[in-house]
Every structure is written in structure tokens, then in C-alpha cells.
């Protein structure tokens, strides 16, 4: 019973080899494009410094 187990997990892990082999490497266009986008949202609306006179900010993101 070992040997068969042990058989069948040599396919397996030769298998799964060969197949990581076979996938070959990312498309450059679309790496280029993916590593263009910016982690950052810009269209975040924090809460604007206000001096003692200046108006309130009512343009912030309702939702923290």
C-alpha cells in the first residue's frame, strides 16, 4: 500500500511540475499596463484643514 501511495504522489508532483513549466512567463504588454495603475485612490474627499474663521468643509466623504 505504501508503494502505491508513494507512486501516486510521484505523478502527482511530476505532473504539477510539468505543468508549472508549461504556463511560461506573463505577457509584457499586460504587465506593463497592470503596473501602471496607482494603488492610490485620488478620488478619496478627507477632511479639509479649517482655520478658526474658514468655512466648514462640506465636501468630505460621508462614509469613513
Known amino acids: 500500500m505504501k508503494k502505491i501511495i508513494t ?3 510521484f505523478l ?8 508549472c513549466a508549461q504556463q511560461g512567463l506573463a505577457d509584457s504588454d499586460l504587465f506593463n499596463k497592470i503596473s501602471m495603475i496607482k494603488a492610490i ?9 479649517i482655520t478658526k474663521d474658514g468655512k466648514p468643509d462640506d465636501e468630505y466623504d460621508a462614509l469613513p
Not at 502527482?12 to 505543468?19: E, G, K, S
Request: with cysteine; hydrophobic share 40%.
Open 7 to 9: 507512486g501516486l504522489c
Open 41 to 49: 485612490d485620488n478620488h478619496a474627499h478627507p477632511l479639509k484643514y
Open 12 to 19: 502527482l508532483a511530476t505532473a504539477t511540475m510539468q505543468l
